[in-house]
């Protein structure tokens, strides 16, 4: 799992993108379908499922825990449940990979089954604080021995019956909330959690799909939502979106390539998960949704993306959490925007797969992007459409959204950039490549 060997790659512009596209599943409705799927009583059916190597860590995850799930040759995935409470324990520790998500979840989950679990993951994991997760899970009376730090490696030992706990997220975290609302499936009473900056929904919907008694209401310290268990999850047949942080490549490289035209099918457009879109439109980006409908309970349609010349802009701070995996390639747009961008507000960065700010600003400095670093955000300065330098290197700190950020970089850039490796991308996009090469065929 996603130790594989690094792959440099040294990237050069190619002239316009063109043509159409469709993004794989969205990777947080992925990793749900098949957790919530493998919780089901019965045999659930996932299409369009994202087939990249966090998700893939999650389907090896539910199969340890007794969970039947297979591919079928159409690429539909069929998934029979153990009934919540019904999760075995695995014989061996749970390998997350590179996968926060994975990882906070299944937390959750375990922590109010009888079971005990060891997580670990790869250095990039393996740095990430897990102690947002471990602090709510450990009032709920899951027994939790943590590296230093509150990192992997980790030893959760669940609890039936757990505890039900009102819970209020000290920081904006789909990843918290979902662990808190998961463990309180198999609580006996009513788990609730308080979010004071609304972030990515998917749990709340598809739980509610999923049959189980859900509740949002606005309270005075933000969104409650009220999880009654033990739940009863009946199966369902999942449809999933494309995934909107995986489209935001190709938006961004589509508005700064000169002479481009491209249209990217399929992509979820659920409102906590659309600020790329926004921040790229107040820059004057031309992207354009058609065909909006429904899919699978979500918002999805086809957004048609042109070149058009960018104007610098302070980001609004709140528009972070339905953003929040969208900054790396934001930044890049902004190198090539007219004028001093200002993305601020954004602290979570610094504790994704790698440290997206720093990491962000070393390799948009060593290829001539003029830049300054803030504890919460960055300052750039663009070019005012013109290409930036270039020539220079690029670590991506196996982070998938870095390699790509920087392939786009290097599509708007006078020189190669030369990434010293790509391989990260198979965690959430297998096909970028590809795609990239028939958009610029
Ligand atoms: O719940 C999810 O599926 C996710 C939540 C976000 O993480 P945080 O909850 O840590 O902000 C996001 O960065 C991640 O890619 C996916
Ligand atoms: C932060 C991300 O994922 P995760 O937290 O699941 O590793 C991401 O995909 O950008």
Known sequence: ??????????????????????????????????????????????????????????????????????RGDDGVWTVSGVGVGGLLQPEQALDMGNSGTSTRLLMGLVASHPITVTFTGDAS??????????EPLSQMGAEITSSPGGRLPLMLKGI?????????????????????????????????????????????????????????????????????????????????????????FWMVAASIVPGSDITIANVCMNPTRTGLIKALRMMGAS???????????????????????LKAIEVPPELAPSMIDEYPILFVAASVAEGRTVARGAHELRVKESDRIATMRAALEANGVVLEEFEDGLAITGTGGAPIPG??????????????????????AAAPIAIDDV???????????????????
């Open 160 to 248: 039936s019956p757990a505890v039900p706990i009102t819970y209020t997220l000290p920081v904006a975290s789909a990843q918290v909330k979902s662990a808190v609302l998961l463990a309180g499936l198999n609580t006996p009473g009513i788990t609730r959690v308080i979010e004071p900056v609304p972030t990515r929904d998917h749990s709340e919907r598809m739980l509610k799909g999923f049959g189980a008694e859900l509740t949002v209401e606005d309270g005075p310290e933000g969104k409650i939502i009220s999880i009654r268990g033990e739940a009863e999850l009946k199966p369902q047949h999942i449809i999933v979106p494309g995934d909107p942080s995986s489209a935001g």
């Open 1 to 70: 799992m996603s130790t594989a060997t690094p792959r440099p790659l040294a990237v050069s512009s190619r002239g316009p993108l063109k043509g159409r596209v469709t993004v794989p599943g969205d990777k947080s409705i992925s990793h749900r379908s098949l957790m919530f799927s493998a919780l089901a009583v019965g045999e659930s059916r996932i299409e369009g499922l994202l087939e990249g190597e966090d998700v893939l860590a999650t389907a090896a995850a539910m199969r340890a825990m007794g969970a039947t799930i297979t």
């Open 125 to 134: 994991l393996s740095s990430r604080p897990m102690g947002r997760a471990i």
């Open 287 to 309: 992207i354009e949704a058609v065909d909006s409908r429904e899919v699978g309970g979500e918002p999805v349609a086809d957004l048609r993306v042109r070149h058009a010349p």
């Open 423 to 441: 391989a990260p991308v198979q965690t959430s996009y297998p096909a970028f490549f590809t795609v990239l090469d028939s958009l610029t065929a």
């Open 391 to 412: 020539g220079g290197a690029a670590v991506s700190k196996l982070d998938h959204r870095i390699a790509m950020s920087m392939t786009v970089a290097g599509l708007a």
